[in-house]
C-alpha cells in the first residue's frame, strides 16, 4: 500500500511562487514515476508535470519554464516549485505515483492523494 499526502498550497499573487511537496510512504519510492495533474472547478483533471525513476522530467505546455519538478528518493519526496503564477494556475494540486510509460496520462497512475488548493489571485 503506497499512500501520498501533499503540502504547500496557499493563496498567493499573480506573480509569486509556490513550492508544493508530496511524501510518499513505502521503500520502493525510487522505482516510481511522479506526477502532479490538478483540477480546476468544473474542468477535468489535467496534466501539469511528471518525473521518471531516472529523473527525466516532462511538463505540460502551459507550466513549462516556469514549473520545476524534482525528487529527493531519500526523503521519499517529490517537489514541484511553481514560479510566476498565473489565475489560470488555480486549482487543486494532485500529486502521483505509479505512473506509466509516458507518465503523462491521469489514468496510468497507480496512487494519488488527496490535493492540496492552490489559488492565485491577480
Known amino acids: 500500500q503506497v499512500q501520498l499526502v501533499e503540502s504547500g498550497g496557499g493563496l498567493v499573487q499573480a506573480g509569486d511562487s509556490l513550492r508544493l511537496s508530496c511524501a510518499a510512504s513505502?521503500?520502493?519510492?525510487?522505482?516510481?514515476?511522479m506526477g502532479w495533474f490538478r483540477q480546476a472547478p468544473g474542468k477535468e483533471r489535467e496534466f501539469v508535470a511528471a518525473?521518471?525513476?531516472?529523473?527525466?522530467?516532462y511538463y505540460a505546455d502551459s507550466v513549462k519554464g516556469r514549473f520545476t519538478i524534482s525528487r529527493d528518493n531519500a526523503k521519499n519526496t517529490v517537489y514541484l516549485q511553481m514560479n510566476s503564477l498565473k489565475p489560470e494556475d488555480t486549482a487543486v494540486y494532485y500529486c502521483?505515483?505509479?505512473?506509466?510509460?509516458?507518465?503523462?496520462?491521469?489514468?496510468?497512475?497507480?496512487?494519488w492523494g488527496q490535493g492540496t488548493q492552490v489559488t492565485v489571485s491577480s
Open positions: 513505502g521503500r520502493t519510492f525510487s522505482t516510481y514515476a
Open positions: 518525473i521518471t525513476s531516472s529523473a527525466g522530467t
Open positions: 502521483a505515483g505509479g505512473g506509466s510509460n509516458p507518465p503523462i496520462r491521469a489514468y496510468g497512475y497507480r496512487y
